[in-house]
């Protein structure tokens, strides 16, 4: 945050108008307004020493009292408490207060119909005089001079001549520390910041008279109005002290050339008050105006800103700078001889216009391959339809290969009517199911197992064998069913039997593998299941061949390429059609050579393009070329980089600047507001000196004197003293204003 700058605020000057406010109270009434019952007002008396020092106090305090308002028993709170004043008077028949602990006290009080004034008169003790020099926030010190040398006190020169000077200086002693709250002006939020306060101080010097027997060419110091009048001098000042819109402390001098040397009374006339004065206060429009300059200002800075950073650079993409940079790069380019627009021309004259040449012969060739290309497309058509033709034929009696492939998946899987009628999937089937299982006893398998079993096997008789059992059982056992057969025969008879069955047991397992190669048709590596699988074969295949309806068939695909075949050749086309390849063809060659008679081709057009590629050639010309294009464009780069450093330069050393002093002094107004409040504060709190009313108002002046040499008693009449006072008054007031006009 910016410190703020110590500033003396023109409206504060104004205290000159309060000169002739300060003049000794009267003896009009001070009865409180409306609203409030008791007004207090206090006049403390300060007798100083020659030097200035307070050697005695005393207090003159006035209770105004509102008519009406009845008996009354006033109590004000004691500022001086345990300490006591050595004498309290009533004055003019008033009671005086008594003194309770921390309460001054006045009893027995009346205001009547017409409201009256009560009035004390309190001498302070010697206690009370060293606390009261602590808690007066004025310092005065006085100096004497005499032909240059400074004495001791007027004591010392009284009754010499010379060159006399007297020095006084007051001092505000009543700095405090206080946090004041104001609001910033860049950030927007409400700052505390702590400051030195004083007390509002205007001093008058009132009433010096120097006898002109005595005193001779009187000057003073330039704050001071000197009235030369019949019998006296009589000086007078205004003395504002309240930082910051004064300083502390302030001299003022009066000298002239004396004979036998005495000194009048001497007396000021003081108030810690804020000064209220018709003078306008700038600050009211002036700080306002300069908030919005200062936002114009820093709107001013923002656009600039924004206008250097448009400018940008010759390396900064998308900015001005860079964009001049890039077209005077291109036009340097394009005049280049050997990337721009001479070497088009270049390129123009020996390529581009012997290759126009070269196609305008290559479009003859072009005519004649699609001629070609028309002829074998017809061709192909025929060759396609063939092909179709031999997949499917549509005919049963005259077969292609899907009809064929149809009739033998027909074959294989007719079904079954009779051994004689059968397809042969369903006669191997059939086959199959007379050979085995060998578990089924109808079947061959089934029928070989038992001869065997027969032959070879003890099997008796049985429901499932017969009355006499298997054949073996009986040769073995003929006796039991009435037969004869020697033991030779039976020997023979086995050793038959089991040949018999030792040949069936052989043939067996190729009747097995038989059963087994013939398959369920669930195993394609099997005969019945590798028919089931070519006829699934075959199937696919017919379906793949399709027809011109069927979508993903050849026949489909075949005919989609006759169609596109068709469209080829309709786009192929002929001279006549210019919407087609021949005709665009022909097009080009016109476009190229410039026919038929009257129209321009690609030729002239390139000869034009060159003529042209010439003239533009002359007018890019270069940067030290006047009046052509890159020459215009060296210029305006120039210039862009002259504008963005002016601009840089007006933010920089401009409006940044002035941002800085105009945020500065915002904040000092703003600082300076709040201090005057704070100051505003201060002088209504230092409303009472020797007591404060519970109810009411109070306010407090303060009159220093310094007591005369030899008893002096000045000249001149009351009349003069009016006067004289009317004049200072003036004086003063004119002197406000050239100040202020001079501040302002």
């Given amino acids: 945050m910016r410190s703020p700058k ?127 020099r602590q808690r007066i926030p004025l310092d005065v010190e006085y100096r004497y001079y005499l032909d240059s040398k ?82 006296v001098y009589q000086p007078g000042w205004s003395i504002p002290l309240f930082p910051p819109a004064t300083e502390a402390s302030q001299t003022i001098w009066v000298e002239a050339d004396v004979k036998d040397f005495r000194m009048p009374v001497l007396t000021l006339v003081i108030a810690f008050v804020f000064p209220e004065t018709n003078q306008a206060d700038p600050l009211e429009t002036f700080g306002p105006g300069l908030e919005q300059l200062i936002d114009g200002v820093k709107q001013l800075d923002e656009g600039l800103k924004e206008a250097v950073a448009g400018l940008g650079s010759a390396a900064t993409p998308d900015t001005l700078i860079y964009g001049i940079s890039k077209v005077y790069d291109g036009l340097l380019k394009l005049a280049s001889q050997t990337e721009g627009l001479g070497y088009a021309k270049s390129n123009i004259d020996s390529a581009m216009l012997p290759g126009v040449n070269q196609l305008y012969g290559g479009t003859d060739l072009v005519l004649g391959g699609l001629s070609g290309a028309k002829q074998g497309i017809a061709q192909l058509k025929s060759g396609i339809n063939q092909v179709i033709a031999g997949l499917r034929s549509g005919d049963p009696e005259n077969p292609g290969i899907k009809e064929g492939m149809q009739q033998i998946v027909a074959a294989l899987n007719a079904p079954f009517v009779s051994p004689e ?16 299982p060998a578990s089924d006893p109808d079947t061959l398998l089934g029928q070989v197992n038992a001869l065997i079993a027969n032959l070879t096997q003890p099997i008796p008789p049985g429901p499932e064998v017969g009355p006499l059992g298997s054949l073996w059982y009986y040769v073995h056992n003929a006796p039991l069913f009435g037969g004869s057969i020697s033991p030779v025969s039976v020997a023979h008879l086995e050793a038959l039997l089991t040949g018999i069955a030792d040949q069936l047991t052989d043939k067996l397992p190729e009747l097995e593998l038989l059963y087994e190669s013939l398959g369920d048709g669930t195993d394609p590596d099997t005969i019945i299941g590798g028919l089931f699988y070519m006829s699934a074969v075959l199937t696919s295949m017919i379906n793949g061949i399709g027809d011109a309806a069927t979508p993903d068939t050849i026949i489909f695909g075949l005919s989609q390429i006759l169609m596109g075949m068709a469209q080829l050749e309709a786009g192929i086309g002929s ?79 401009g409006t940044e600047v002035m941002i800085a002093g105009l945020d500065g002094s915002i904040t000092t107004i703003r600082m300076t507001q709040a201090e005057l409040e704070a100051i505003r504060q201060r002088a209504a709190e230092f409303d009472a000196f020797l007591g404060k009313p519970e109810k009411g108002e109070s306010e407090v002046r303060f009159i220093y004197q310094t007591a005369a040499v030899y008893d002096y008693m000045e000249g001149g009449s009351w009349v003069t003293a009016l006067i004289l006072s009317v004049v200072i008054a003036l004086g003063l007031t004119a002197l406000g204003i050239f100040a202020f006009r001079r501040l302002t």
């Fill in 6 to 132: 110590k500033t003396a605020l023109p409206s504060l000057l104004a205290c000159a108008f309060l000169a002739a406010a300060f003049l000794p109270v009267g003896a009009d009434t001070v009865i409180a307004p409306g609203g409030e019952t008791v007004r207090s007002q206090e006049l403390v008396f300060c007798e100083t020493d020659a030097s200035g020092q307070i050697i005695g106090v005393r207090v003159i305090d006035t209770m105004g009292l509102n008519k009406g308002a009845g008996a009354l028993e006033i109590r004000e709170r004691y500022l001086f408490a345990g300490k006591e004043p050595s004498r309290v008077a009533g004055v003019s028949g008033f009671k005086k207060p008594a003194l309770e602990g921390d309460q001054l006290v006045w009893k027995g009080l009346d205001s009547g119909e017409r409201g009256i004034n009560a009035v004390a008169d309190f001498q302070f003790s010697k206690a009370m005089v060293e606390e009261a």
């Fill in 150 to 231: 400074r004495v001791s006190g007027p004591e010392e020169i009284r009754g010499k001549s010379g060159q006399f000077r007297r020095e006084a200086t007051f001092t505000n002693t009543s700095r405090e520390r206080r946090n004041v709250k104001y609001t910033d002006p860049e950030t927007g939020e409400t700052v505390t910041s702590a400051m030195d306060v004083y007390l509002p101080l205007v001093i008058q010097p009132y009433d010096w008279k120097f006898d002109n027997q005595h005193f001779f060419n009187l000057r003073a110091d330039p704050t001071a109005v000197v009235v030369p009048l019949p019998d």
């Fill in 421 to 436: 009628d059968t397809g042969l999937i369903a006669a191997l089937q059939f086959i199959r199911s007379q050979i085995g």
């Fill in 575 to 653: 001279v006549s059609e210019p919407n087609s390849l021949i005709g665009g063809v022909t097009q080009i060659k016109y476009g190229l050579s410039g026919a038929p008679v009257g129209q321009l081709g690609i030729k002239e057009g390139l000869q034009q393009l060159s003529s042209g590629l010439g003239e533009a050639i002359a007018g890019l010309g270069s940067a030290g070329t006047p009046d052509t294009l890159l020459y215009g464009a060296s210029q305006i780069e120039q210039g862009m980089g002259t504008l963005k450093s002016g601009l840089e330069k007006a933010t920089s050393e």
